[in-house]
């Protein structure tokens, strides 16, 4: 349990009611139910027409696809699955989504699923502890992320977690405005909690 204070909110404690664990396949009825969220669906395309937020995804085979370099996890609150995070090293993922990219960089994607669980923080908690996992490699030097650039809301909660914007990229058809997270700003905004990675959170590989 890890209850620092960091000055970028005043001091509020990590939610200790959440915890991140691995995605695997008894998993795959909660991404297909998500998928099918207005909410998750308005953040992930700009087609308003759009029934599924990851029209491409097929979750039982983007399960088993995970890696050293690309892993789901889920986010529990008191044991209720409420939502999911993808953390991918950009350079070495198989799909080469992110193109030419540095080495030594992690990507984060994240979208609560259940909608009663936005709002509260509990998104915050979630980067929190992801980006804990990400930086426990020390080779790391960035977290980069790809929000459409039509997701204001989102793009409020990066900044307040610390990322700075990078500028707009086209994925594909998608609207992109990427941000970034330096270890150093990491460092410099959640003290404590990069004072104390534990050896346990580092990534399986
Ligand atoms: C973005 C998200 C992870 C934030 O988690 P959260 O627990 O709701 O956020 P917190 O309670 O810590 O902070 C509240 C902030 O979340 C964001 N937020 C809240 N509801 C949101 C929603 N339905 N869609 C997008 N952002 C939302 C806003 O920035 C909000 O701050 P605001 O009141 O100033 O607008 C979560 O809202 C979500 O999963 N949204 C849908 C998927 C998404 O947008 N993912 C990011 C795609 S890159």
């Not at 996992?133 to 030097?141: K, Y």
Request: glycine share 6%; with cysteine; aromatic share 8%.
């Amino acid at each position: 349990m890890n209850r620092q204070r960091h000055p970028h909110d005043g001091g509020k404690p990590l939610n200790a009611s959440i915890v991140l664990r691995l995605a695997t396949m008894a998993d795959v009825h909660l991404f297909d139910r998500w998928d099918q969220q207005p909410h998750v669906i308005s953040a992930t395309t700009d087609d308003p027409e759009a029934l599924k937020a990851f029209e491409d995804a097929n979750w039982p085979d983007e399960i088993a696809a995970q890696d050293e370099h690309s892993q789901f996890l889920i986010a529990e609150h008191d044991g209720r699955a409420i939502g999911a995070m993808q953390i991918i090293d950009p350079h070495r993922e198989r799909t080469h989504y992110w193109g030419e990219i540095q080495p030594n960089l992690r990507a984060l994607d994240i979208w609560i699923g259940e909608a009663d669980c936005l709002g509260k923080g509990y998104g915050e908690t979630m980067m929190r502890l992801a980006f804990q996992r990400c930086f426990s490699d020390p080779a790391v030097t960035a977290i980069v992320i790809d929000p459409l650039t039509s997701n204001i809301r989102a793009h409020r909660f990066y900044c307040r977690l610390g990322f700075k914007s990078l500028g707009r990229r086209m994925f594909d058809d998608d609207d992109c405005l990427v941000h970034e997270l330096s270890r150093e700003d990491w460092c410099n905004g959640f003290p404590d909690e990069a004072a104390e990675i534990p050896v346990e959170v580092k990534l399986p590989v």
